[in-house]
């Protein structure tokens, strides 16, 4: 059997081999085969990093060898050696993995230096302060990175001797102090550990290979690939490459820049650079670096050299660079190359702006803007420019950012702004009882509840900024104020919470507004060209439908008519319905909602002119639109305490028994969807009732109206039929109308996956309700799942990710899948959308696609990122 190659000197690899090289390695490789001025090296496998953890995180000595083989010839490339007395060879070390992961990893400079070869570097540049100032800086970074020494113990060393020394800057010490400091670094490290800092080159090089190795599963690393979704089995790749040098004199420097303006996507240079440093002074911000214009001026020879590169690097690599270059004595060379990282608003200028240049082609473009990303041009958002530190963390509910004064209550919060203050609603949960007070608010922060909690869903609707499960806060609803480690917050305390980070700070900070950019309108029109799924939006009101109309949303993938129950004028004719005695009084309170309903129907209809709108028939169990059960018994101890009339005591006392008796143990799993219509079938004629004659005055005023009638909850297909048949006979009373309309049903319980077949024969549509489906399949509470478990799965690879963020394909996926193949057996055009969560995940709408699903619906919001996921799934797939 082959042996696997574990390292490749970079004039063996090409920037196709990204997997085994890893991205840095792949492009040193490539920029080499180009030409250009890169120092000579060799990368050390992702394979040899997957095999080193493998072999119980030991190097091999087929490894060790394979290393010894790829440093003689630099070595004999150069004329120098590891370690040797004279004209030594020194290298850099640093990690690189198939996917950037900038500052994650470690990487070592300098490694080489000892007592020995310091000296012969000092002798062989004429340059002793270079010598030793490299030889500090490599004991530090050896220190820190292999021996685990904490950096501030020699930061604290250096800080010191700047002092004495009367001096503010680094390149400002002598070269005795110099090497006073390395000897004082050397001190620390045999106090630290116990042992002399090695003085072995090779020992030095091989402790590095594996430190880096082992920087993979840092807490950084770690944390930085489950945000960004990168598996752990990639590894990372080790670069080896010989050491150039900024810090010898006013004619060396060394800088990063990027190819176009990472933040703008400008068309030009962008950057910084250091006279007379090494690499890590830029990222470290121990002196302030100059602007990559300037450079022209100081050394323009070096900066036209580096302006044609960097055009040369940007064409061969069709994408902007973000480049690394060090110069030594006059002579540029370059360090590294890699795709850009930049914000959403530049990612969408330079997709239109090289397409525009001929430089890609639409569908590449496409390709190359991260569809999650656009969130973050829709909602106001924290100022870059801000530094903030946030007083605690919850989970990013729903993006954007809001300042406002801390309350308690909703109604507190619903005052409040009538009288023009800007408020963030604090609550241990959210309820439907809070609607108003979430409507008057900038932004909501609860201390329990996920990330598809009320709270989550209805901020996201409305687009405004939510942070949930932030289990810090200790909220204290009496005294109104919440305790966040030893600090104490009041009512009217001013806060800022950023949803899109789950991060809450103390005071105002600045804010941007979001802004539709005639590139992004642009971009999102090529998105429209290609894509195949439908994108429809979940919207409760005509705000709501125009808003994700304006966005794009091709009509209405799911109306909740519980959220009209909310408001507040509705919401106490509907706990009458719900607590009459008799039918009559329940009738009569239903008459009363009749034309809140026709009302919100007929607003909804018109904002969605011409588009189809779904609209969910009441779903959640009644117990939901009622007050809370212990919060009524103390308001009656209250009453009983301070003598209040019997009657009134009784009044209360009836309506705590009515509360007792609907009480459900699993509520989620209880009296509600079509089995409350099935026993209590007069609220679903009434919305029906609502629906048709909001179309018949929508069909006098020549409206065109698309209805979508949706029965949630259906798990056998007698319960649809029997719901079926009720809403037809509504509907027949207006048959004279001649309006085109469906009834169809959401699937969202695995019994309705296994039996869509049957259920099918009675739908004209299904919808899934993926926020559910995942509930009954995995048997999570997703607000309790979110607040107190998943993190720890996700952490401990129990699953591999959120499931109701992501679609979990190998479970709830393959439920949709079979539903799709059962519901299209029995009627081939069944059309058959989303409506979960889910319809605004990039990574589900993939999935979506590919089961051949005709639509996903999301909050309006997310109506951008939805369009553009679906071109890029199309497009991905095709290929």
Same mark, same amino acid.
């Given at each position: 059997?082959?042996?696997?190659?574990?390292?490749?000197?970079?004039?063996?690899?090409?920037?196709?081999?990204?997997?085994?090289?890893?991205?840095?390695?792949?492009?040193?490789?490539?920029?080499?085969?180009?030409?250009?001025?890169?120092?000579?090296?060799?990368?050390?496998?992702?394979?040899?990093?997957?095999?080193?953890?493998?072999?119980?995180?030991?190097?091999?000595?087929?490894?060790?060898?394979?290393? %010894?083989?790829?440093?003689?010839?630099?070595?004999?490339?150069?004329?120098?050696?590891?370690?040797?007395?004279?004209?030594?060879?020194?290298?850099?070390?640093?990690?690189?993995?198939?996917?950037?992961?900038?500052?994650?990893?470690?990487?070592?400079?300098?490694?080489?230096?000892?007592?020995?070869?310091?000296?012969?570097?000092?002798?062989?540049?004429?340059?002793?302060?270079?010598?030793?100032?490299?030889?500090?800086?490599?004991?530090?970074?050896?220190?820190?990175?292999?021996?685990?020494?904490?950096?501030?113990?020699?930061?604290?060393?250096?800080?010191?001797?700047?002092?004495?020394?009367?001096?503010?800057? $680094?390149?400002?010490?002598?070269?005795?102090?110099?090497?006073?400091?390395?000897?004082?670094?050397?001190?620390?490290?045999?106090?630290?550990?116990?042992?002399?800092?090695?003085?072995?080159?090779?020992?030095?090089?091989?402790?590095?290979?594996?430190?880096?190795?082992?920087?993979?599963?840092?807490?950084?690393?770690?944390?930085?690939?489950?945000?960004?979704?990168?598996?752990?089995?990639?590894?990372?790749?080790?670069?080896?490459?010989?050491?150039?040098?900024?810090?010898?004199?006013?004619?060396?420097?060394?800088?990063?820049?990027?190819?176009?303006?990472?933040?703008?996507?400008?068309?030009?240079?962008?950057?910084?650079?250091?006279?007379?440093?090494?690499?890590?002074?830029?990222?470290?911000?121990?002196?302030?670096?100059?602007?990559?214009?300037?450079?022209?001026?100081?050394?323009?020879?070096?900066?036209?050299?580096?302006?044609?590169?960097?055009?040369?690097?940007?064409?061969?690599?069709? $994408?902007?660079?973000?480049?690394?270059?060090?110069?030594?004595?006059?002579?540029?060379?370059?360090?590294?190359?890699?795709?850009?990282?930049?914000?959403?608003?530049?990612?969408?200028?330079?997709?239109?702006?090289?397409?525009?240049?001929?430089?890609?082609?639409?569908?590449?473009?496409?390709?190359?803007?991260?569809?999650?990303?656009?969130?973050?041009?829709?909602?106001?958002?924290?100022?870059?420019?801000?530094?903030?530190?946030?007083?605690?963390?919850?989970?990013?509910?729903?993006?954007?950012?809001?300042?406002?004064?801390?309350?308690?209550?909703?109604?507190?919060?619903?005052?409040?702004?009538?009288?023009?203050?800007?408020?963030?609603?604090?609550?241990?949960?959210?309820?439907?009882?809070?609607?108003?007070?979430?409507?008057?608010?900038?932004?909501?922060?609860?201390?329990?509840?996920?990330?598809?909690?009320?709270?989550?869903?209805?901020?996201?609707?409305?687009?405004?900024?939510?942070?949930?499960?932030?289990?810090?806060?200790?909220?204290?609803?009496?005294?109104?104020?919440? %305790?966040?480690?030893?600090?104490?917050?009041?009512?009217?305390?001013?806060?800022?919470?950023?949803?899109?980070?789950?991060?809450?700070?103390?005071?105002?900070?600045?804010?941007?507004?979001?802004?539709?950019?005639?590139?992004?309108?642009?971009?999102?029109?090529?998105?429209?060209?290609?894509?195949?799924?439908?994108?429809?939006?979940?919207?409760?009101?005509?705000?709501?439908?125009?808003?994700?109309?304006?966005?794009?949303?091709?009509?209405?993938?799911?109306?909740?008519?519980?959220?009209?129950?909310?408001?507040?004028?509705?919401?106490?004719?509907?706990?009458?319905?719900?607590?009459?005695?008799?039918?009559?009084?329940?009738?009569?309170?239903?008459?009363?909602?009749?034309?809140?309903?026709?009302? $919100?129907?007929?607003?909804?209809?018109?904002?969605?002119?011409?588009?189809?709108?779904?609209?969910?028939?009441?779903?959640?169990?009644?117990?939901?639109?009622?007050?809370?059960?212990?919060?009524?018994?103390?308001?009656?101890?209250?009453?009983?305490?301070?003598?209040?009339?019997?009657?009134?005591?009784?009044?209360?006392?009836?309506?705590?028994?009515?509360?007792?008796?609907?009480?459900?143990?699993?509520?989620?799993?209880?009296?509600?969807?079509?089995?409350?219509?099935?026993?209590?079938?007069?609220?679903?004629?009434?919305?029906?009732?609502?629906?048709?004659?909001?179309?018949?005055?929508?069909?006098?005023?020549?409206?065109?109206?698309?209805?979508?009638?949706?029965?949630?909850?259906?798990?056998?297909?007698?319960?649809?039929?029997?719901?079926?048949?009720?809403?037809?006979?509504?509907?027949?009373?207006?048959?004279?109308?001649?309006?085109?309309?469906?009834?169809?049903?959401?699937?969202?319980?695995?019994?309705?996956?296994?039996?869509?077949?049957?259920?099918?024969?009675?739908?004209?549509? #299904?919808?899934?309700?993926?926020?559910?489906?995942?509930?009954?399949?995995?048997?999570?509470?997703?607000?309790?799942?979110?607040?107190? #478990?998943?993190?720890?799965?996700?952490?401990?690879?129990?699953?591999?990710?959120?499931?109701?963020?992501?679609?979990?394909?190998?479970?709830?996926?393959?439920?949709?899948?079979?539903?799709?193949?059962?519901?299209?057996?029995?009627?081939?055009?069944?059309?058959?959308?989303?409506?979960?969560?889910?319809?605004?995940?990039?990574?589900?709408?993939?999935?979506?696609?590919?089961?051949?699903?005709?639509?996903?619906?999301?909050?309006?919001?997310?109506?951008?990122?939805?369009?553009?996921?679906?071109?890029?799934?199309?497009?991905?797939?095709?290929?």
């Amino acid at each position: 059997m082959a042996m696997t190659k574990l390292v490749y000197s970079f004039n063996d690899g090409n920037r196709d081999m990204r997997e085994v090289l890893g991205g840095k390695g792949a492009n040193l490789s490539d920029m080499t085969n180009l030409g250009l001025p890169v120092p000579p090296g060799f990368t050390v496998s992702t394979n040899a990093c997957n095999k080193y953890f493998e072999d119980g995180q030991k190097l091999t000595e087929e490894l060790i060898n394979s290393i %010894k083989v790829e440093l003689e010839k630099v070595e004999k490339s150069l004329g120098k050696k590891l370690g040797g007395s004279k004209n030594p060879l020194l290298v850099s070390v640093r990690s690189g993995a198939p996917v950037s992961m900038p500052g994650m990893m470690d990487t070592i400079l300098n490694l080489g230096l000892n007592d020995e070869t310091v000296e012969a570097v000092a002798l062989e540049t004429s340059n002793r302060r270079f010598a030793f100032d490299c030889y500090r800086r490599f004991i530090q970074m050896y220190g820190d990175v292999v021996l685990g020494v904490p950096h501030y113990r020699f930061e604290r060393k250096l800080e010191s001797l700047k002092q004495n020394e009367g001096v503010t800057e $680094d390149t400002k010490l002598k070269a005795e102090s110099l090497k006073e400091l390395s000897e004082d670094y050397k001190a620390i490290i045999k106090k630290e550990t116990g042992e002399d800092f090695p003085q072995d080159p090779k020992e030095q090089l091989l402790k590095a290979v594996e430190a880096v190795f082992a920087s993979w599963n840092n807490q950084r690393a770690k944390l930085y690939r489950q945000i960004n979704k990168i598996p752990d089995h990639y590894g990372t790749a080790v670069n080896v490459q010989a050491m150039v040098y900024g810090n010898m004199g006013e004619t060396s420097g060394t800088g990063v820049l990027f190819t176009r303006n990472p933040s703008t996507g400008e068309n030009k240079l962008y950057g910084e650079f250091l006279v007379n440093a090494q690499g890590e002074d830029v990222v470290a911000g121990i002196r302030t670096p100059k602007p990559i214009l300037e450079l022209e001026k100081i050394m323009p020879e070096v900066y036209k050299e580096l302006n044609d590169i960097s055009y040369k690097l940007e064409k061969h690599y069709r $994408d902007v660079q973000d480049i690394e270059f060090t110069i030594e004595q006059g002579r540029l060379f370059m360090l590294q190359t890699r795709n850009a990282k930049r914000t959403a608003a530049a990612a969408v200028k330079i997709a239109v702006d090289m397409v525009n240049d001929n430089i890609l082609t639409k569908d590449e473009a496409i390709l190359r803007v991260d569809a999650s990303q656009l969130d973050k041009l829709l909602h106001r958002q924290i100022d870059d420019g801000s530094h903030v530190e946030h007083i605690a963390t919850g989970l990013p509910a729903s993006p954007g950012a809001a300042t406002g004064a801390l309350v308690f209550s909703a109604d507190n919060a619903e005052k409040l702004v009538e009288k023009g203050k800007k408020v963030i609603l604090i609550r241990p949960e959210t309820t439907p009882d809070d609607i108003h007070g979430i409507v008057a608010a900038e932004g909501i922060l609860t201390q329990r509840g996920g990330m598809t909690s009320h709270a989550a869903v209805v901020a996201r609707g409305m687009g405004k900024p939510c942070v949930c499960g932030c289990e810090a806060l200790n909220i204290d609803i009496m005294d109104k104020n919440v %305790k966040i480690g030893e600090e104490t917050y009041n009512e009217g305390d001013i806060v800022t919470i950023d949803g899109a980070t789950g991060n809450v700070i103390s005071g105002t900070v600045k804010l941007i507004d979001p802004e539709l950019s005639d590139e992004l309108i642009t971009f999102l029109g090529w998105a429209d060209d290609v894509r195949q799924l439908n994108v429809r939006t979940n919207a409760d009101t005509p705000e709501d439908a125009n808003k994700a109309r304006e966005y794009g949303a091709e009509g209405i993938g799911l109306c909740r008519t519980e959220h009209m129950f909310m408001a507040q004028d509705r919401l106490p004719i509907v706990q009458q319905m719900i607590l009459s005695d008799s039918k009559e009084k329940q009738q009569a309170a239903l008459d009363k909602l009749l034309p809140f309903q026709k009302e $919100d129907f007929y607003g909804i209809f018109k904002a969605m002119a011409g588009l189809p709108v779904t609209i969910r028939l009441l779903d959640p169990p009644l117990h939901e639109f009622l007050p809370n059960a212990e919060e009524l018994a103390k308001e009656i101890n209250e009453m009983k305490s301070e003598a209040k009339p019997a009657y009134k005591i009784k009044e209360k006392e009836q309506i705590l028994k009515r509360i007792k008796s609907l009480h459900e143990s699993n509520p989620m799993l209880g009296h509600r969807g079509c089995r409350l219509a099935i026993v209590h079938p007069e609220i679903y004629d009434m919305q029906v009732h609502a629906i048709f004659s909001a179309l018949e005055e929508l069909k006098k005023e020549g409206i065109d109206a698309i209805p979508e009638i949706m029965i949630p909850l259906v798990g056998e297909a007698k319960e649809l039929k029997i719901v079926k048949d009720n809403v037809l006979k509504v509907a027949n009373q207006y048959s004279h109308l001649d309006l085109d309309y469906k009834v169809g049903t959401m699937i969202e319980l695995p019994r309705a996956c296994v039996t869509a077949d049957e259920i099918a024969e009675h739908a004209e549509f #299904f919808s899934f309700g993926t926020n559910d489906l995942t509930q009954t399949t995995f048997g999570y509470s997703r607000d309790d799942a979110e607040g107190k #478990f998943l993190p720890a799965y996700i952490d401990k690879k129990i699953l591999p990710e959120n499931p109701f963020v992501s679609i979990d394909e190998k479970g709830v996926g393959v439920l949709v899948d079979l539903g799709v193949a059962k519901g299209r057996k029995v009627k081939k055009n069944l059309k058959i959308g989303i409506c979960g969560e889910h319809g605004g995940d990039p990574q589900s709408i993939n999935f979506c696609q590919k089961v051949g699903l005709d639509y996903v619906s999301c909050s309006p919001f997310r109506v951008p990122i939805a369009r553009l996921a679906a071109a890029q799934s199309y497009i991905s797939q095709k290929k």
